[in-house]
């Protein structure tokens, strides 16, 4: 069964625009919280991560908000630039990762 | 910096036949990882190794065997091939210690079974 569930399954954004992705959890014994980024072709990559005791994390134009007891933590893209364009995992982690299902993004021009 | 390395890229297989994949890292990272990625399901691990000579079972682990004899190397096998293991597979490596070591992943085994 999957651990976290991820929405939506692709946005497409015009360049310059804001994407959000969403994942939701269930088990509160997770203790670590990473996106990965994934090219055509390519594995999968860390972008940036966060721990529970932390409710934001931004790394350059990327940021995750954490809400805890809502057991909820979503990626947002600042500034989206056509190399953004990927697919996007949430995954949770007591020890190996679980991987939300994966988003799509398209930056249009 | 080779990083993590998955041979080979591509492999088309008959029902029934069998084969290995190898994934070889050069960072000398204790834990290694076979996951498979199929549409809409993410990354499902398969199986893992916290270190050379051990191998446990993930998520995934019917159909498959794997072998950590080196330290550097960890294969996956399929033993007789089915078109439900069609798949992209992807290895992967970390440091040991605390969990949240990020994974480093090699660029996947593209994998048909007719």
């Known amino acids: 069964q999957q651990q976290v569930k991820q929405s939506p399954q692709s946005l497409i954004v015009q360049k310059g625009g804001i994407s959000i992705i969403n994942c939701a959890y269930e088990?509160?014994?997770?203790?670590?919280f990473p996106w990965y980024q994934q090219f055509p072709g390519k594995g999968p990559a860390l972008l940036i991560a966060i721990r529970p005791d932390v409710s934001e994390k931004k790394e350059g134009r990327f940021t995750i908000s954490f809400n805890k007891s809502a057991k909820q933590f979503s990626l947002h893209i600042m500034d989206s630039q056509p190399g953004d364009s990927a697919t996007y995992f949430c995954a949770v982690s007591w020890g190996k990762l679980q991987f939300g299902a994966g988003t799509q993004v398209v930056v249009t021009p | 910096n080779a990083g993590v390395t998955q041979t080979p890229k591509f492999r088309v297989l008959k029902t029934g036949q069998s084969m290995t994949l190898l994934c070889a890292q050069d960072?000398?990272?204790?834990?290694m990882y076979w996951y498979r990625q199929d549409p809409g399901m993410g990354l499902r691990l398969i199986h893992y190794s916290v270190g050379e000579g051990t191998t446990a079972k993930g998520e995934v682990p019917d159909g498959y065997n794997v072998s950590r004899l080196k330290k550097q190397n960890f294969l996956l096998g399929l033993e007789s091939a089915a078109p439900s293991q069609t798949s992209v597979y992807f290895c992967?490596?970390?440091?040991?210690?605390?969990?949240?070591?990020?994974?480093?992943f090699g660029d996947g085994t593209r994998l048909s079974i007719l």
């Open positions: 992967a490596s970390r440091d040991q210690g605390i969990s949240n070591q990020p994974q480093h």
């Open positions: 960072m000398n990272h204790e834990y």
């Open positions: 088990n509160t014994a997770f203790d670590y």
